[in-house]
């Protein structure tokens, strides 16, 4: 299987740990893997939906990035709407999509959320993407 990771690497460490949980559980699942990177979390949907336009032919998608609450109320739209979008190209265009956008409120709960051998969410993003594509093909078959 073909998969697009997709990284924004708006926290630099915090993205790497991801990206390294995330690259042991699809090259364990001997997939065929490309990286990209884009600005922050809003901009991960927008590669998706042009990788599909053009007929990429990925299989499957893990999108990857840490929103890190400010401020002001910009967390709340980064959040839902990276969210939102990528739950929408999932189920709109039956798309396998790994969401491993971790939100959280401090740099400590974003650590412990990244390091693969903490909580991983880059590799239950990766592990995600596997499987729905697994049932995908399942279901099609059926
Ligand atoms: N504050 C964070 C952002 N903000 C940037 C947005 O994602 C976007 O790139 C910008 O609004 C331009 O369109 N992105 C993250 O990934 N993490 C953050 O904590
Ligand atoms: C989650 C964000 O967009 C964040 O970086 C914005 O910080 P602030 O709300 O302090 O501008």
Same mark, same amino acid.
């Not at 990429?56 to 739209?77: M, P, S, W």
């Not at 390091?115 to 399942?138: C, H, N, T, W, Y």
């Given at each position: 299987?073909?998969?697009? &990771?997709?990284? !924004?690497? /708006?926290?630099? #460490? ?7 949980? !995330?690259?042991?559980?699809?090259? $364990?699942?001997?997939? +065929?893997? %490309?990286? &990209?990177? %884009?600005?922050?979390?809003? +901009? ?5 939906? /042009? $990788?599909? *336009?053009?007929? !990429?032919?990925?299989?499957?998608? &893990? ?8 401020? @002001? @109320?910009?967390?709340?739209? %980064?959040?839902?709407?990276? $969210?939102? $979008?990528?739950?929408?190209?999932? &189920?709109?265009? =039956? ?7 971790? @939100?959280?409120?401090?740099? @400590?709960? !974003?650590?412990?959320?990244? *390091?693969?051998? =903490? *909580? ?6 990766? #592990?995600? %993407?596997?499987?729905?594509? =697994?049932?995908?093909? +399942?279901?099609? *078959? #059926?």
């Amino acid at each position: 299987m073909k998969i697009l &990771v997709i990284e !924004a690497r /708006y926290y630099e #460490s915090i993205s790497e740990d991801l990206l390294q949980g !995330a690259l042991a559980k699809l090259q $364990a699942a001997d997939a +065929e893997i %490309v990286k &990209v990177n %884009v600005p922050g979390a809003l +901009e991960i949907p927008h590669v998706i939906s /042009y $990788a599909e *336009k053009a007929g !990429a032919g990925y299989d499957g998608y &893990v999108a990857l990035g840490c929103v890190i609450r400010g401020e @002001t @109320t910009h967390y709340d739209y %980064v959040c839902a709407e990276s $969210a939102r $979008a990528l739950m929408d190209l999932a &189920v709109d265009h =039956q798309l396998a999509i790994g969401n491993g956008i971790i @939100t959280v409120e401090n740099e @400590t709960q !974003a650590i412990a959320r990244s *390091k693969p051998d =903490q *909580k991983d969410k880059g590799g239950f993003a990766a #592990s995600a %993407v596997i499987r729905m594509i =697994q049932l995908r093909d +399942e279901l099609n *078959k #059926s």
